[in-house]
């Protein structure tokens, strides 16, 4: 079992950056990589970005590629998010999932362990 705790959504203006975080605890060595997703009210999950565990290779959809930034600090086993650059269409709430090894890393079936999801809202 894997625990994701999230934390660091909130309220910012258009243009503005916000990091979020994700501390991951229990059983760590099973990881293989760690997702962000967010849902937007009345949409369906979508697909952020990811990091590979062990070699930390990053991978990002289109709409946050040159924005959104994925790091991880092993020491903390906590990965973050930095959202730079946002738009009113980044309003969502945003979850960090991990898995195990198998299938597409940009799918959220097949991620194993979702954090509670923390909102993120884009408005002046």
């Known amino acids: 079992q894997v625990q994701l705790v999230e934390s660091g959504g909130g309220l910012v203006q258009p243009g503005g950056s916000l990091r979020l975080s994700c501390a991951a605890s229990?059983?760590?060595?099973?990881?293989?990589?760690m997702g962000w997703f967010r849902q937007a009210p009345g949409k369906e999950r979508e697909f952020v970005g990811f990091?590979?565990?062990?070699?930390?290779?990053?991978y990002y959809a289109d709409s946050v590629k040159g924005r959104f930034t994925i790091s991880r600090d092993n020491a903390k086993n906590t990965v973050y998010l930095q959202m730079n650059s946002l738009k009113s269409e980044d309003t969502a709430v945003y979850y960090c999932?991990?898995?195990?090894?198998?299938?597409?890393?940009?799918?959220?079936?097949?991620?194993?362990?979702w954090g509670q999801g923390t909102q993120v809202t884009v408005s002046s």
């Open positions: 229990g059983s760590i060595f099973s990881i293989d990589a």
């Open positions: 999932a991990a898995r195990s090894p198998g299938g597409s890393r940009w799918q959220p079936s097949t991620y194993n362990y």
């Open positions: 990091i590979a565990w062990i070699s930390g290779s990053t």
